[in-house]
T-cell receptor, first 115, second 112 residues
Framework: KAGVTQTPRYLIKTRGQQVTLSCSPISGHRSVSWYQQTPGQGLQFLFE???????NKGNFPGRFSGRQFSNSRSEMNVSTLELGDSALYLC??????????????FGPGTRLLVL | DAKTTQPTSMDCAEGRAANLPCNHS???????VYWYRQIHSQGPQYIIHGLKNNETNEMASLIITEDRKSSTLILPHATLRDTAVYYC?????????????FGSGTQLTVLP
C-alpha cells in the first residue's frame, strides 16, 4: 500500500507570496492532519480534516488554511508568507479522526523556504 | 497527554541491540506509548505502540514496565540506517483530538 505523498517536496518563495501544499493520504484513510516543524519550535499541530470538515485547529494565524476533498486528498494554503514560515510542513493520515486515537502515518514533508 | 523524558543522545555499535529508554511517570490508564523516528529532514516514521503489554513488530520491540511509568524501545540488530531521532510519545486513545506532540527525542547514532 502506498504511503502518504506530499507535493512539492521543496519550495522557495518570497515574503508576501502565497503557497499551496498538497497531501494524498494512504488509501482508505479519511483523516489528514498538518504539522509544521522547525528547529526552534519542534513539531506543531496546524489542523486536522476528516470527511472534508476541519475537526481541530492548532494555534496558528488565519493565514494558514486548508481543505479536504471528497477523495480525502488535502491542501494547505499559507497566504502573505513571512520569513518565519520557513519550515518542514508535514502531512499525516489515519483511518479515523484524531479523537479515536488512531495511529498517524507521516508523509515525507514539504520543505518551504521563504526569502 | 502525559509528558515524556528521554536521553538526549545515545550511541550503538552496528549489529548490536539498541535500547532506547523513555520515562512517562504521569501516564494515565487510557494512554498509549507511541514511538516514532525521524531521519534528518524526512517525515517521522511510525515504529510501534503499546498500552501495557510488550509489543513486537518487524521493526522493533516495545517493553513497558508493569507500573507503566517507563518503557524501552529495542532495535534488535541496529544498522547504520537506524541513525535517527527517536521520539517517545504518550497519547490517549479517546476524548478530544489527540494530535501528536513530539518532545526533543533521543538522537541515536549507530556506529560502524
Amino acid at each position: 500500500k502506498a504511503g502518504v505523498t506530499q507535493t512539492p517536496r521543496y519550495l522557495i518563495k518570497t515574503r508576501g507570496q502565497q503557497v499551496t501544499l498538497s497531501c494524498s493520504p494512504i488509501s482508505g484513510h479519511r483523516s489528514v492532519s498538518w504539522y509544521q516543524q522547525t528547529p526552534g519550535q519542534g513539531l506543531q499541530f496546524l489542523f486536522e480534516y476528516f470527511s472534508e470538515t476541519q475537526r481541530n485547529k492548532g494555534n496558528f494565524p488565519g493565514r494558514f488554511s486548508g481543505r479536504q476533498f471528497s477523495n480525502s486528498r488535502s491542501e494547505m494554503n499559507v497566504s502573505t508568507l513571512e520569513l518565519g514560515d520557513s519550515a518542514l510542513y508535514l502531512c499525516a493520515s489515519s483511518f479515523q479522526d484524531l479523537a479515536v486515537g488512531e495511529t498517524q502515518y507521516f508523509g515525507p514533508g514539504t520543505r518551504l523556504l521563504v526569502l | 497527554d502525559a509528558k515524556t523524558t528521554q536521553p538526549t543522545s545515545m550511541d550503538c555499535a552496528e549489529g548490536r541491540a539498541a535500547n532506547l529508554p523513555c520515562n512517562h511517570s504521569t501516564i494515565s490508564g487510557n494512554e498509549y506509548v507511541y514511538w516514532y523516528r525521524q531521519i534528518h529532514s524526512q517525515g517521522p516514521q511510525y515504529i510501534i505502540h503499546g498500552l501495557k503489554n510488550n509489543e513486537t513488530n518487524e521493526m522493533a520491540s516495545l517493553i513497558i514496565t508493569e507500573d507503566r511509568k517507563s518503557s524501552t524501545l529495542i532495535l534488535p540488530h541496529a544498522t547504520l540506517r537506524d541513525t535517527a531521532v527517536y521520539y517517545c510519545i504518550v497519547r490517549s486513545n479517546s476524548g478530544s483530538a489527540r494530535q501528536l506532540t513530539f518532545g526533543s527525542g533521543t538522537q541515536l547514532t549507530v556506529l560502524p
